[in-house]
Every structure is written in C-alpha cells, then in structure tokens.
C-alpha cells in the first residue's frame, strides 16, 4: 500500500485471488512471495509462488515434509540463523530449523536444473536465483502503486512488515531506487497486529 499526501487512498472494488470484492477498501496490492512461497522449476524458468506452503506443512525446513519455499532459500544461503529460531518445528514442534533437507533438496533440484539446461550452477546460485525472483515479484506490485499512478518512487521511504520482510527488504529497495528502508520492531507481525486493531 502507499501512504502519501496525508492521506490513505481508497479503491471500490478490488480482485483478489480471483475473487471480485466491491467495497470501499485502503488500495493495496498483494504481494505474493512471502517466506512460505513456493520454488518451482518450470519451463526452463525460477518461479515463486503464489501457491504458499501454508504453515501445515509449511517449509522444508519445517520438519513437516513442506516442499522448498523463500523461507528455504534463505536458510540456505546462511540469512536464517537456525540457533536464533526457537525450537518449534518438528512434529513434536520442539526442533529446531532444519538446514539438511533443505540442503538435500536443493542439491536434487540444481541436479534437474543443471540437466535441463546444460550447466553447472551450485545450489548456492539456485537458491540465490529464487530469491532474486522473489525480489523483482515483491519490486513489481510498488511499482504499480506508486509510478503507475504517477508518483516518483524514488521520493518514497520502503516500509518493511512480514517475516520474511527483513530479509528482502535492502534488495527491493535497491530494485526500485529507493534509499530508505524502514523496519518497525513490530515489523514481523504488523499484518496480525493490524488486523487485531481494524474494525
């Protein structure tokens, strides 16, 4: 969404997964690669999302059997630090992340890309190639807000919320020209918390 001018802007109607809702709502653009979007190899191309992992299974990494999702990549490529999650994953919920399925289900995956393509990526440049996807599917939706309508996106600051918000937030600001990035302490849960104060 985009604050500006002192004012919230308002849409009347609006689609959502598909689904037509007119009503007068705040003009938000969904952004769909969160922490629990998905990794596809298809058609010779990285995609994310939208279809989400969910939180059952949730990720990989989750102990759950999830597939390979953001949350993945990051764990990965070493920006998740497992011994700073608590140990709530697993079956039981009392493990910790787990770095070596991830692992394990990169290395099959670069296995089939490297296949299809003929190269010889390491599974470090995969995960990074989804996470650059998942920036440029986060940069696209501001975009639309903000230049599409005639604002220079430059002159905005970048407000981060969501989980996975910190971990994308420096790279999509860099896509968009942006050079403030402002995470709020709540940032994680600002969504859940916004939801609890709204009418």
Do not use: C
């Amino acid at each position: 969404s985009r604050f500006g001018d002192g004012k919230l802007e308002h849409v009347f109607e609006t689609t959502t997964a598909g689904i037509v809702i007119q009503s007068p709502q705040l003009d938000i653009n969904t952004v769909a690669a969160g922490g629990s979007s998905r990794l596809f190899w298809e058609n010779g191309l990285f995609r994310v999302g939208p279809e989400s992992a969910t939180a059952e299974p949730g990720p990989a990494a989750y102990r759950k059997g999830g597939p390979l999702t953001i949350t993945d990549a990051n764990l990965f490529l070493g920006r998740l630090v497992p011994e700073f999650f608590p140990k709530i994953f697993g079956p039981n919920e009392d493990e910790s992340l787990d770095l070596e399925v991830t692992t394990k289900k990169f290395m099959e995956l670069t296995k089939v890309i490297n296949k299809d393509l003929g190269t010889d990526m390491s599974p470090d440049e995969v995960a990074y190639g989804f996470v650059k996807v998942a920036n440029e599917a986060m940069a696209r939706p501001i975009r639309t807000l903000t230049e599409a309508k005639g604002h220079i996106i430059s002159q905005h600051r970048l407000v981060t919320f969501g989980g996975a918000g910190g971990q994308h937030a420096v790279a999509v600001a860099e896509s968009l020209g942006i050079d403030t990035v402002l995470v709020h302490r709540y940032s994680a849960i600002l969504s859940a918390y916004g939801m609890f104060l709204a009418n």
